[in-house]
């Protein structure tokens, strides 16, 4: 996407000299003019109100896709730590690598990150683009996009993936309009057309009815967020290391529009989150009311479980979104989900269908649910969950 300034248009407001992350616009005579140090990351047009900065857009079939090489994945972090996304996606990354015969990268941009540098590496990761600067210490949408846009044109990586949480599918969006890119969202699956070498990109259409593979033949990189819990962590590798490549840029506060002033944790949030509990009970709108949901967490609480429920709950109030497991809410894949009173409906079963061992609890023996379980209970919920509790906490000692 070359980036170019119409000399006519500007005024020499050195607006764009602020917004620029890198020191590549110098004023002369009056003008603003690129100088070597540009990356084609855009961050300047947006800052330009008289329409001078100008992204010339490349037809999709003129990229010269040999200019590609490499697999990507753009980190996620947390309160000092990396994302069970990200680590599913290294790990996966490194097969799509592997098969490609190409490099795995991790672009790792925050604020003393560092030390999740070598973390990537024993999950497969070959280099990882390190970017530090105190602005990226929280995520926010416009310095993201402009860091990671300009390592994509420097680089060129010919896939970059990222989670299809609420900062991937923010960031990837962006990313791919600001570069031209091809992108496909919340898929759960990838694969390497042996011909091709083109990434095929499977998600879930029509309410998941039907499975799309999606391939992205002529813009670069090819694009793809990807749903947590659907691709498998690596057993990590503690002897592997990775390069890392540190990329400098001057950001500057007064040129992002958003501002953090506080960060307010939502009442509940200190429970296990459904993505990385390895157990977890769910609750349908068999539950009749919010306040029987304290049978579901009295159940979890006793097998140390994250809380789930459908999305019939969530919409009729009963229990916080962030609870949601579904097509429309989370995807998880624990070792043990225990569904009471949840009928089983295609969106439900596509973000819990992959659990290593699924109990249904359900009074109708023809409800959906029991297609996909190990185990089923056809029962009232109100007699089965409370007994199960019992017997539970009783075989563990706890009473």
Known sequence: MPIYIDADKCVGCKLCLSACPYGAIDMVEGKAVFNDNCTQCGACISSCKFGAIIAEITRKENVDT????????????????????????????RKLADELGVELAMVL?????????QIAAHYGADKVYLV????????????????????INQYKPEIVLIGATVMGRD????????????????CTGLAIDPETRLLMQTRPAFGGNVMATIVCRHARPQMATVRPRVMKKAEPDLSRTAEIIRSHVDLKEQAIAAKILEIIREEGRDELDVQEAEIIVSGGRGLRKAENFALIRELAEVLGAAVGASRATVDAGWIPAYHQVGQTGKTVQPKLYIACGISGAVQHLAGMGSSDCIVAINNDPDAPIFGVAHYGIVGDLFEVVPALTKALKKELGLE
């Not at 200019?67 to 996966?92: C, F, I, M, P």
């Not at 570069?179 to 969202?185: E, K, P």
């Open 66 to 93: 040999s200019q590609y090489k490499g697999v990507w994945v753009l980190a996620e972090t947390h309160d000092g730590r990396l994302a069970d996304v990200t680590l599913e996606l290294v790990s996966e990354g």
């Open 109 to 117: 941009a925050g604020w003393q990150v560092e030390p999740l540098a």
């Open 132 to 151: 530090e600067h105190e602005t990226l210490e929280h995520y926010r949408t416009d310095p993201f996009t402009s860091v990671i846009a300009a390592l």
């Open 171 to 186: 960031l990837a969006s962006r990313i791919a309009a600001r570069i031209g890119a091809g992108l496909t969202a919340d």
